[in-house]
């Protein structure tokens, strides 16, 4: 692997330390990435085969509890101290912050829909542009609304919960080796 595809992520205190695992997912490119998700599957392949937990994307949520890393710890006692750590609260209390509200939001909106057009036909049939009425408009705007929601979401995430939690996937990683 070339010194150009490793870089170190300055930006992030819980980033990894090694340079083995200092691979800069948001900086490389997609063939350095590539490559990168190829040596992990190698690694994962090699681990899984001497019998150790291979801790990769495909692997569950909660591992055996048998299962041991190398340096002797359970593999489920790491993931519920992560589990039980301050940084994946904050991540899981960021998430719940955006998308509480938002659902509540985005309910409240359609449910307004459908009362306006149950319990005032008038308004709804109300012209605005030609054939466009105002149950258009807002039928419309129930689809718009949906995109801007999902483009919120997906900006909100990777503003306050990506890198967090994939320092925190690192720092997790790490331990399990």
């Known amino acids: 692997m070339s010194p150009q595809e490793l870089a170190p992520d300055t930006e992030h205190p819980t980033a990894p330390r090694s340079s083995e695992e200092s691979f800069d997912w948001w900086a490389a490119s997609a063939a350095a990435r590539e490559k990168q998700e190829q040596r992990r599957e190698q690694e994962a392949v ?20 048998d299962v041991a890393t190398p340096s002797g710890i359970a593999a ?22 955006f998308v509480f509200p938002a659902t509540a939001a985005f309910l ?22 030609g054939p466009f ?33 994939l320092g925190l996937r690192w720092e997790t990683q790490d331990r399990l080796r």
Request: charged share 20%; no cysteine; proline share 5%.
């Open 108 to 129: 409240l909106w359609y449910l307004l829909y459908v009362v306006l057009a149950v319990s005032a036909p008038q308004l709804m049939a109300h012209p605005i542009a």
């Open 76 to 97: 489920a006692d790491i993931y519920r101290a992560v589990h039980e750590s301050s940084e994946f609260r904050e991540i899981r209390a960021r998430y719940r912050r």
């Open 133 to 165: 009425n105002t149950a258009w408009l807002l039928g419309l705007l129930q689809f718009a609304s949906t995109f801007l929601l999902t483009w919120l979401y997906a900006r909100h995430a990777r503003a306050h919960r990506d890198r967090a939690a």
């Open 46 to 65: 090699s681990a899984t085969a001497s019998g150790a937990f291979a801790a990769s994307a495909g692997a569950p949520a909660e591992p055996p509890e």
